[in-house]
């Protein structure tokens, strides 16, 4: 394996040849895809022998999340991302925009819990996942002051500096910018979305504001792409002469992108988070009703008997 520089293909980007398979040299992540689906379905197969329900959404959302990771880095769309910004940023806005989203909505963390064995070797995966989830670097990696600061390095940090060239020039640079975009986007998410227990839960509101921050990034940065008059990055200024593709009009498509793509997503987010945010509402409701009758309204008639006391001293006064 070269790990110094990928040869371009030699056909022009197509349809037809991006979504070909072409085996990349570091294969990391579409591993980790097939690994994580396999250990999924692994899961499943676990509580349906013992017969625990679990929901077909969760594992449809996570089994075409492990899908879209495959494909975006493991077809022939990987290497044409070495040579074109616009196929580069599809990859990023894939990996950190919509494939955690996906994973996270599956709830593998839950399905761990009711998966694995409590004893022998299950005893201490759990343990070593209930520890990690209540360490402190758990606590650091999933609080906003870290996610929001890596989800902006992610575009103006590594795009508007000199750091992107330094690492696309080598296969090991270049997975390691898609391993550190699909981590930053699992770190954002997981505190918004995630229903198992986490080392940081926020409010409901705190969740919406990082949301709201977090949205219009990528949409500014976008506009800075298009708005480009000269290829902003070395690394994709000069495409194979062969596929007759001006470097600045594609960086313009890779600003589109990155001013589109994420904006469905994104929403789509914010629909989930807003209905699970009305079922708590209604759930933290309901219990407080049910503990008010268990208790006989103790607090409500102690209310009431306070309005009846005032109400006594005034007539008294008067």
Not at 25 to 51: D, E, F, K, S, T
Not at 78 to 87: I, K, T
């Amino acid at each position: 394996m070269n790990i110094a520089a990928v040869d371009p293909p030699q056909a022009p980007p197509t349809l037809a040849a991006l979504l070909s398979w072409d085996l990349p040299p570091l294969p990391i992540l579409p591993i980790a895809g097939i690994v994580m689906a396999g250990l999924y379905c692994w899961g499943l197969i676990r509580i349906q022998r013992r017969g625990i329900e679990w929901s077909r959404g969760r594992s449809f959302s996570f089994l075409i999340g492990c899908a879209a990771l495959v494909l975006v880095t493991g077809l022939q769309i990987e290497r044409y991302g070495y040579s074109l910004f616009s196929v580069f940023m599809f990859q990023h806005l894939t990996l950190s925009m919509l494939v955690p989203p996906l994973l996270v909505v599956g709830s593998p963390g839950r399905l761990l819990l009711r998966a694995t064995s409590h004893y022998g070797v299950g005893r201490w995966v759990l343990i070593a996942a209930l520890t990690g989830l209540r360490s402190r670097a758990g606590r650091i990696a999933l609080h906003p002051g870290l996610t929001i600061p890596l989800f902006l390095f992610s575009y103006y940090g590594l795009y508007l500096s000199s750091i992107f060239d330094v690492l696309a020039v080598t296969v090991i640079g270049h997975v390691s910018m898609e391993i550190f975009f699909f981590a930053s986007g699992l770190l954002f998410i997981i505190p918004v979305l995630a229903v198992g227990p986490l080392p940081v839960r926020q409010s409901n509101l705190g969740r919406l504001f990082d949301l709201f921050v977090e949205m219009p990034l990528h949409v500014f940065f976008g506009v800075i792409l298009m708005m480009s008059s000269t290829p902003m990055l070395a690394t994709f200024a000069f495409p194979p002469p062969e596929w007759g593709i001006d470097p600045v009009s594609d960086q313009k498509l890779a600003g589109a992108l990155a001013w589109s793509y994420g904006e469905p997503v994104a929403l789509l987010v914010v629909l989930i988070f807003c209905i699970r945010w009305n079922r708590d509402e209604k759930e933290e409701s309901a219990a407080a009703d049910r503990h008010a009758e268990e208790d006989g309204y103790s607090e409500l008639n102690a209310y009431n008997d306070f309005l009846k006391k005032i109400g006594s001293e005034t007539s008294q006064r008067t």
